[in-house]
């Protein structure tokens, strides 16, 4: 069965509901690490903790989701080996992994509404790194996160 790790900030928490038994009806086994809530939470605290789990290689993918999904994808990206995609079309959810092989992408609840949320999920798991040149690309990327 196919792992996947999911977490929201209290903007995100609907959205993250609807993805979770979407993904739980396709088969997934969806680790879900909050929130539950509406109240105000600090969106950084739930991106570092799921972008730890993909570094640490406990998840090959993982989802975040907040009001535009940006600033969960500017912390996720601080995680050493860990590239996050803010989806919003269905081309970029198929290059985030295809090209650039994002392990994680995030959503912005405030954006996307469920049935495109869904679509866009699909398309990303349905795709997989493709290698060739953007391979040299992504090695780059990564050489570039200890640059000064």
């Not at 996050?84 to 994002?102: G, L």
Request: charged content about 25%.
């Amino acid at each position: 069965m196919n792992k996947i790790i999911i977490g929201a900030d209290n903007l995100g928490v609907e959205l993250k509901a609807v993805l979770r038994e979407h993904l739980k009806g396709k088969g997934w086994d969806v680790t879900d690490i909050g929130v539950d809530s509406t109240d105000p939470v600090d969106y950084p605290d739930i991106a570092i903790e799921l972008a730890r789990r993909i570094s640490r290689n406990e998840f090959e993918r993982g989802i975040l989701i907040c009001g535009t999904g940006a600033g969960m994808a500017i912390t996720a990206n601080k995680v050493a080996n860990v590239r996050a995609v803010t989806v919003t079309d269905p081309y970029t959810a198929e290059r985030a992994i295809a090209s650039n092989n994002a392990q994680v992408i995030t959503l912005g609840a405030l954006i996307t509404g469920p049935s495109l949320a869904k679509m866009l999920v699909d398309i990303w798991l349905a795709n997989q790194f493709q290698g060739g040149n953007s391979a040299r690309k992504v090695d780059k990327i990564e050489a570039a996160r200890f640059a000064v």
